[in-house]
């Protein structure tokens, strides 16, 4: 389950970048990339059973926060929408940023909690 939820984030992570970051000169766009290296790193050490080390508890972190800032962006999003009662296409953005914020949450809740 690790491994296939790392593949899903790197995916969300992908197409959020092509999406909404494209020309964007955001620190969202190092979240993305610390977010496909964190499933990167995950991948491989689930691959080969290797315990977490102090570079996963370091990346964790920064994912989270990126998650953090992701999942305010995405409620001012829907507060705008409300406000403005206009849900053109921020359906999609909603819809991608809840996903990637779960999968991270998921992510690293699995990794911490699987033992090799």
């Known amino acids: ?5 790392s593949f899903i984030n790197i995916a969300l992570a992908i197409v959020y970048f092509l999406f909404y ?33 102090a570079l996963h508890l370091v990346l964790a972190v920064m ?6 800032f992701l999942a305010i962006w995405t409620y001012n999003v829907v507060l705008s929408s409300f406000e403005h009662d206009y849900f ?8 991608i940023s809840s996903g990637l914020i779960a999968g991270i949450v998921i992510q690293i809740i699995t990794l911490f909690i699987h033992r090799p």
């Open 63 to 68: 994912v989270l926060l990126f998650a953090f």
């Open 1 to 5: 389950m690790l491994r296939s939820i």
């Open 88 to 95: 053109g296409n921020s359906w999609l953005y909603i819809t």
């Open 21 to 53: 970051l494209l020309n964007s000169t955001s620190y969202a766009i190092i979240g993305v990339f610390i977010l496909i290296t964190f499933s990167a790193l995950t991948i491989r050490n689930a691959e080969k059973d290797i315990k977490p080390t």
